[in-house]
Structures are given as structure tokens and as C-alpha cells.
């Protein structure tokens, strides 16, 4: 009796709130959320932002909802677009004429993308799991993660309360501080800067993603096929422009795209919005400084493409998803 006391006891003292605790929410780590869960773990996603999906997330501007953050261009994977199709239900387009039917044969430069955008892998992502238990916390900026190695727990203090966990994982580009031995700077960000433009331009959208240079920005993206904006004379342009300065330089960039023949001649600006996303850089050397060693997980994130990298892990875990779901 007395050992069974003892044992519920020790039980209880280290019992975590959650087995798994992911800061950050972009795709890489939406998967690994549905994958832990799928392992029977507990799992809570951390999520400074509003809303989910890091890089990949939708927003709104210029008036027009769920448009893509930035500019994305993810390649011509064929096994990576099956693995999103039969587990995420996404409809893939070929990027260079989203309204044409795909032809893996015929792809364009810029290989494929969402029928909808980014916005539609994070959204399908998010149905997959509303279905399970897993809590996602937006607004929950994870402030400090401390380490317990005697118990082997984590507990990551957040702007509102404390979690403890089994385990910590964080992506490359998570800002979160590492409670360490050692003192020194934590983190550094980066920005990137964009500029989205509102435009009159009756004429078919000349692009969808273009690499080339115009000065100013170092690519774009006409993101109206994939808002919805396509036949309505409008169309929505986003720049990833080079300064701060050229965030207001919407009448200048205009121009370079007319020179570039990239918008019609007449194209004029409705309205223009800019939008800064800053990523973090978690610093993994001070994982064993701070006993964190099987308890700090980093999720090898990186350019998309890299989703490739784990799909043999998650595809041994996740559910296919019925044809027209989720
Ligand atoms: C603007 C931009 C465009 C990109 N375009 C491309 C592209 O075209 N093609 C390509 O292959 N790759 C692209 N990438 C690379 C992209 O970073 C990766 O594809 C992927 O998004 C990396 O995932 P991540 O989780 O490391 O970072 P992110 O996608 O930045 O996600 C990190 C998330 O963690 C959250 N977060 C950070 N710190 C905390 C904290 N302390 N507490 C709570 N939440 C936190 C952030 O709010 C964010 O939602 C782009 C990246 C950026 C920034």
C-alpha cells in the first residue's frame, strides 16, 4: 500500500502538463504536431502571431483576405505535391497558369503551388487539427524555456502562464530564449520587407512569381489568381523590396514593373500596404549548456522543400484524407 502511495505520488509530482510543447507554427511544425498527436502525445503549439503558419500564413491587406505573406516559390517535387495532396487535401496548380489544368509534363519555371495560396495548406492543416486534442495558443509568445534535467522537463514561461512538458520543440527560426549557463545575446532577427500593391490592370496577370530583377525588390509575386481576384480588373501584387525606404516607393516599383512589361502599360495603384515579418534564430549550441539534450527537439525546417526530409516519419503516423476534405 504504502509503495503504491509512494508511486502515485511520484507520479503525480512529474506529471507535465503537455508531452510535447512545439513554439512556432509554420507547416513543418503543423505536421509535427498532427505526427506527436497521432503518437497518443499531448501536444500545445505556441503561436506569437494571430494566426498560424509562420512564412506560409494568409493575411489580410489591401482589403483582400488571405492573401499570401511575401513571396513563395517551392519548386517542381512531385513526391512532395503527392504527400500534401493525400494528406492534407490541397489542390495544386502548376504556378505559371494556375487556371490550367496540371500537367506534370508541361510544368513552368516555377514549378507548382496551392490553388488558394499558402493560405490553403494552413488552413487544410488547421481542419486536420480541429479534429484532434491539440491546443494551439495564438497570441502565446513563449518567453523563456527552462530546464528541469533531473526530472528531464521542460517549462516554457509564456506571456500569460507557465507549461511544463516532456519535450521542447522549436524550428531554426523560433525566437525563444533558452534559460543557459552561459550570458550573452540570445537571439537575433531578420526582417523581411513587402510591399503589397492594390493595382488597376484590366489585362491578364503577366506572372505569378518572378525572380528577375526590377529595381528595388528582389522578387514578387501577382497573388490574383489565387485571392480570387481574377476577372475583376484588379489584381494583387507583392513586392520583397530591399529597404525600409522602398516600403513607400509604390509609385517607382510601378513603374520598373511597367518597364518590365510585367502590368499593362495603364495599370494604376488602388492602394498600397506594407507588411514586415521578422524570424528569430534559436540557438541551438546552448542546448547542452542548458541540460536541454533529449528534452530541446529542433525540427530541421528550411526552405520548403525540406518538408521532404521528414515525410517518411510523418507518412508512417498521419491519415490520408478523403477525397474533398478536410
Ligand atoms: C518571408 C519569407 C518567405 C519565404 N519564402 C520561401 C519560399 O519562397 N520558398 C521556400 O522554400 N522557403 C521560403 N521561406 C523559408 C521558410 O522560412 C520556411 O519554408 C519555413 O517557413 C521555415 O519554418 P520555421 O518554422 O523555421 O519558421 P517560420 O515559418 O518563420 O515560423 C516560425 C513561427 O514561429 C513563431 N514564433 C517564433 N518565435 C516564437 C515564440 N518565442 N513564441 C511563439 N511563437 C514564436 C513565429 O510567429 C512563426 O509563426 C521563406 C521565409 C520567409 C521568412
Given at each position: 500500500m504504502r509503495t503504491m502511495v509512494f508511486l502515485l505520488l511520484h507520479i503525480a509530482l512529474l506529471a507535465t502538463d503537455f508531452d510535447c510543447i512545439l513554439v512556432g507554427s509554420s507547416p513543418f511544425s503543423l505536421f509535427e504536431a498532427l505526427y506527436q498527436n497521432r503518437l497518443g502525445h499531448?501536444?500545445?503549439?505556441?503561436?506569437?502571431?494571430?494566426?498560424?503558419?509562420?512564412?506560409?500564413?494568409?493575411?489580410?491587406?489591401?482589403?483582400?483576405?488571405?492573401?499570401?505573406?511575401?513571396?513563395?516559390?517551392?519548386?517542381?517535387?512531385?513526391?512532395?505535391?503527392?504527400?500534401?495532396?493525400?494528406?492534407?487535401?490541397?489542390?495544386?496548380?502548376?504556378?505559371?497558369?494556375?487556371?490550367?489544368?496540371?500537367?506534370?509534363?508541361?510544368?513552368?519555371?516555377?514549378?507548382?503551388?496551392?490553388?488558394?495560396?499558402?493560405?490553403?495548406?494552413?488552413?487544410?492543416?488547421?481542419?486536420?487539427?480541429?479534429?484532434?486534442?491539440?491546443?494551439?495558443?495564438?497570441?502565446?509568445?513563449?518567453?523563456?524555456?527552462?530546464?528541469?534535467?533531473?526530472?528531464?522537463?521542460?517549462?516554457?514561461?509564456?506571456?500569460?502562464?507557465?507549461?511544463?512538458?516532456?519535450?521542447?520543440?522549436?524550428?531554426?527560426?523560433?525566437?525563444?530564449?533558452?534559460?543557459?549557463?552561459?550570458?550573452?545575446?540570445?537571439?537575433?532577427?531578420?526582417?523581411?520587407?513587402?510591399?503589397?500593391?492594390?493595382?488597376?490592370?484590366?489585362?491578364?496577370?503577366?506572372f505569378s512569381y518572378y525572380g528577375g530583377a526590377v529595381r528595388g525588390c528582389s522578387r514578387m509575386m501577382n497573388l490574383t489568381p489565387f485571392v480570387d481576384l481574377a476577372g475583376t480588373g484588379r489584381q494583387l501584387i507583392v513586392l520583397q523590396v530591399h529597404s525600409e525606404n522602398d516600403l513607400w516607393n509604390g509609385q517607382a516599383l510601378l513603374n520598373g514593373l511597367k518597364q518590365n512589361k510585367l502590368v499593362d502599360e495603364g495599370a494604376y495603384i488602388l492602394e498600397s500596404e506594407p507588411y514586415i515579418y521578422e524570424t528569430g534564430n534559436f540557438h541551438q549550441g546552448l542546448i547542452s549548456s542548458a541540460g536541454g539534450q533529449g528534452i530541446i527537439e529542433v525540427l530541421q525546417t528550411g526552405n520548403f522543400i525540406n518538408l521532404s526530409s521528414h515525410i517518411p516519419k510523418w507518412e508512417q503516423m498521419l491519415q490520408p484524407v478523403a477525397a474533398g476534405s478536410p
Open positions: 499531448r501536444v500545445l503549439v505556441l503561436e506569437e502571431a494571430g494566426e498560424c503558419g509562420g512564412a506560409w500564413k494568409g493575411i489580410d491587406v489591401c482589403g483582400v483576405q488571405h492573401a499570401d505573406l511575401g513571396c513563395h516559390q517551392i519548386g517542381r517535387d512531385l513526391h512532395l505535391k503527392a504527400f500534401l495532396e493525400k494528406y492534407t487535401g490541397c489542390k495544386i496548380v502548376p504556378m505559371d497558369y494556375p487556371d490550367q489544368p496540371f500537367d506534370s509534363a508541361a510544368l513552368g519555371p516555377n514549378g507548382w503551388y496551392f490553388s488558394r495560396g499558402c493560405y490553403e495548406l494552413i488552413e487544410n492543416l488547421l481542419a486536420l487539427i480541429a479534429k484532434t486534442d491539440i491546443v494551439i495558443l495564438n497570441h502565446t509568445r513563449a518567453e523563456l524555456i527552462t530546464i528541469d534535467a533531473a526530472q528531464q522537463i521542460a517549462t516554457v514561461k509564456t506571456n500569460a502562464q507557465s507549461y511544463t512538458a516532456k519535450k521542447v520543440i522549436v524550428t531554426p527560426m523560433s525566437s525563444v530564449p533558452l534559460q543557459s549557463m552561459h550570458s550573452g545575446p540570445h537571439e537575433s532577427k531578420s526582417k523581411y520587407l513587402h510591399l503589397y500593391m492594390l493595382i488597376q490592370d484590366p489585362t491578364p496577370p503577366r
